[in-house]
């Protein structure tokens, strides 16, 4: 045999019920405090059945995560992609500052190796090569 069924004034007192929540709101939790406060034993399906009380419980859990209809509404296909998009160029951007660490480490490792060569001017490392010259300076 099925649930009961829910009058008018039982869904207004629920979706009142709902609306005054605080925490976090689950279909359980729902179930067990309509049960406690109003004294109405029932499931989610019941629940669920029920477009006001469906609709406030979806409201109202966006609500406490803090994504309001509102926002949802206002995100774009751009919005998404654009988010996308940094994120990938921030992957990228780490990627490269860790080669760039990488390479700085083994340029000081070659430096300090090539030190200890005697009679090796360091100076002769780093001096500009002719295809260089050529292209002038780099920006």
């Not at 009058?7 to 709101?25: H, M, S």
């Not at 019941?46 to 109202?60: A, E, Q, V």
């Amino acid at each position: 045999m099925g649930s009961p069924s829910i009058t008018t004034q039982d869904q207004r007192r629920i979706e009142r019920l709902i609306a005054d929540w605080k925490g976090a709101l689950r279909w359980e939790l729902l179930t067990k405090a309509v049960e406690l406060q109003l004294g109405i034993k029932t499931t989610r399906q019941t629940l669920c059945t029920y477009t006001g009380i469906y609709t406030k419980y979806k409201k109202r859990k966006s609500d406490l995560r803090g994504v309001t209809p509102e926002v949802v509404s206002s995100i774009t296909r751009s919005d998404v992609t654009a988010q996308e998009r940094i994120a990938r160029l921030e992957r990228d951007v780490r990627d490269l500052e860790e080669k760039n660490a990488q390479q700085l480490r083994m340029i000081d490792r070659m430096l300090a190796n090539a030190s200890s060569i005697p009679n090796l001017d360091l100076r002769v490392l780093v001096k500009e090569r002719p295809e260089e010259l050529k292209r002038g300076p780099r920006a």
